[in-house]
């Protein structure tokens, strides 16, 4: 939030929780009274990151973490999937995600290194009101995919974002 402050402009997070299964059995295991998902929230509400309109999106490949953030919580939520899902899928993940986030080869697929295929995962996503943010474009495939990112940034997609590890490349 300070630096969004900083710059007039927001800036948003989206958080992970990384294999919330085995941390939560740590804190089961050493008697804590709670979960990964509660300490995140508990860190994200100080920070001033509690409602719908926050900009901060809770992520996660663990559709049962996101399930139980959604009870203490109306943060978005965004379930990633590194494969196409079904119809079925998307229609219970619609009942507490924002949105999901697909790899980009769930999207486009890629024939003959050349030719790209549309898929149909935006639209059936888009009809069960789903928001799809495609996952991160890492910086060192920013140059590899120069000439890739015309035909990602022309499907469809709602939101991508890149994963920058270097503090001093802006």
């Not at 409602?51 to 559709?63: A, N």
């Not at 799809?132 to 990112?149: D, E, G, T, Y």
């Not at 974002?161 to 270097?166: H, L």
Request: net charge positive; aromatic share 14%.
């Amino acid at each position: 939030m300070a630096q969004s402050k900083n710059n007039s402009r927001t800036i948003g997070i989206y958080p992970e929780t990384k294999n919330p299964e085995f941390f939560n059995s740590i804190l089961a295991e050493r008697d804590h009274n709670t979960t990964m998902e509660d300490i995140l929230l508990e860190a994200l509400k100080k920070h001033g990151y509690s409602g719908p309109s926050s900009p901060c999106f809770v992520q996660s490949f663990f559709p049962s973490s996101l399930e139980y953030i959604a009870t203490k919580s109306s943060l978005p939520l965004v379930y990633l999937t590194s494969t196409s899902l079904p119809n079925s899928t998307l229609e219970k993940y619609a009942k507490f995600c924002y949105g999901v986030g697909p790899s980009k080869n769930a999207i486009v697929q890629v024939i003959d290194q050349r030719v790209f295929k549309k898929t149909d995962f935006l639209d059936r996503a888009h009809a069960y009101g789903l928001k799809v943010s495609c996952l991160r474009f890492w910086r060192v495939m920013i140059f590899a995919l120069a000439s890739k990112c015309c035909i990602y940034n022309t499907q469809g997609f709602d939101e991508a974002f890149k994963t920058n590890y270097s503090p001093s490349y802006r």
